[in-house]
Nanobody, 125 residues
Framework: VQLQAYGGGLAQAGGSLRLSCSASGLIFSTRVMGWFRQGPQKERVFVAAIVADGGVTRYAESVKGRFTISRDNSKKTVYLEMKDLKPEDTAIYFC???????????????????WGQGTLVTVSS
């Protein structure tokens, strides 16, 4: 299984970025997918998650109204659209997949089975 996150970079406060995560080696359309982030000297925390068919999403309070998670099962890709970026959004962003058979979103790191390598987002003020 491989999850490849990309799309990170440098943005100014108030700007936008779109992250993508491409999956291989698993039946993507059956997996709950999530995004987490880890800021400098901070723990990895939940950002957003989406169920297998895309019908239900979940967000951390800190990103609600600014970030949107979506997926394209035909492309085996999950996205994180980030708008109105703030300096505190600076972090390495990781995508993750829940185990087969798990149908609900989760904010718990330990509930995710596979992780991508992360993509760095830097927001300047």
């Amino acid at each position: 299984v491989q999850l490849q996150a990309y799309g990170g970079g440098l943005a100014q406060a108030g700007g936008s970025l779109r992250l993508s995560c491409s999956a291989s080696g698993l039946i993507f359309s059956t997996r709950v997918m999530g995004w987490f982030r880890q800021g400098p000297q901070k723990e990895r925390v939940f950002v957003a998650a989406i169920v297998a068919d895309g019908g239900v999403t979940r967000y951390a309070e800190s990103v609600k109204g600014r970030f949107t998670i979506s997926r394209d099962n035909s492309k085996k890709t999950v996205y994180l659209e980030m708008k109105d970026l703030k300096p505190e959004d600076t972090a390495i962003y990781f995508c993750a997949a829940r185990p087969l058979g798990q149908v609900n979103t989760s904010a718990m790191r330990s509930f995710y089975e596979y992780w991508g390598q992360g993509t760095l987002v830097t927001v300047s003020s």
